[in-house]
C-alpha cells in the first residue's frame, strides 16, 4: 500500500528555516503530484504548495510564496519543502499528499496522506 513518512520538523525561531522531506512508497512517484499541507490547533487543513510529477510546475498559497520551495527527486522517490524566514503563524502539522493526473490545491482531492511532523515557530 502507499506509505508517505514526514520528517523534519521541529522548533525552531522565527526567521529561521526548516527543511521537510517526504518518503514515498508503494506507488509509481514519478507519476504522482505532490502536495504539502499543514493543519494549525483548532483550524482546517490549508494548501502548502503543490508540484507536478517532472517538478516542472509548482504552486504556492499566496501565505507562503517566496519563503517556501518544494522540489522532488524522483530517483529518491522524495519530495521536500525548503521553509525560509519562518513565522508563528507557520506553526502547524505539516502532511505530504499524492494524487494522480492534475495539480490540486484542495485536501480532499488528495487520496494518500502521510502521518504529518510538526513544525513550531517562537518568537
Known amino acids: 500500500q502507499v506509505r508517505l513518512v514526514e520528517s523534519g520538523g521541529g522548533s525552531v525561531q522565527a526567521g529561521g528555516s526548516l527543511r521537510l522531506s517526504c518518503a514515498a512508497s508503494g506507488l509509481t512517484f514519478s507519476t504522482h503530484i505532490m502536495g504539502w499541507f499543514r493543519q494549525a490547533a483548532g483550524k482546517e487543513r490549508e494548501f502548502v504548495a503543490a508540484?507536478?510529477?517532472?517538478?516542472?510546475?509548482?504552486r504556492y498559497a499566496d501565505s507562503v510564496k517566496g519563503r517556501f520551495t518544494i522540489s522532488r527527486d524522483n530517483a529518491k522517490n522524495t519530495v521536500y519543502l525548503e521553509m525560509n524566514s519562518l513565522k508563528f503563524e507557520d506553526t502547524a502539522v505539516y502532511y505530504c499528499a499524492a494524487r494522480k493526473m492534475f495539480l490540486k490545491i484542495t485536501p480532499d482531492e488528495y487520496n494518500d496522506w502521510g502521518q504529518g511532523t510538526q513544525v513550531t515557530v517562537s518568537t
Open positions: 508540484i507536478s510529477w517532472n517538478g516542472g510546475v509548482a
